[in-house]
């Protein structure tokens, strides 16, 4: 099985990271930035609309 992976971007400070769709919470969930710890919804943090399409695929 292939594992998937969507690109993140933080808003607030710019990190960028990568994380498996499973590891995330539904996408009208608040989600906090593992460096700045600034909290959004998700959707915020997704860095292309491909990523979060494939965060849809797992909710």
Request: glycine share 2%; net charge negative; aromatic share 8%.
């Given at each position: 099985?292939?594992?998937?992976?969507?690109?993140?971007?933080?808003?607030?400070?710019?990190?960028?990271?990568?994380?498996?769709?499973?590891?995330?919470?539904?996408?009208?969930q608040?989600?906090?930035?593992?460096?700045?710890?600034a909290?959004?919804?998700?959707t915020?943090f997704?860095?292309?609309?491909?990523?979060?399409?494939?965060?849809?695929?797992?909710?």
């Amino acid at each position: 099985m292939v594992e998937a992976f969507v690109r993140l971007l933080c808003p607030e400070c710019g990190k960028e990271w990568e994380s498996t769709p499973t590891d995330l919470p539904e996408t009208r969930q608040n989600f906090s930035c593992p460096n700045c710890h600034a909290t959004r919804r998700l959707t915020e943090f997704m860095r292309t609309e491909r990523d979060l399409e494939i965060v849809r695929q797992f909710e």
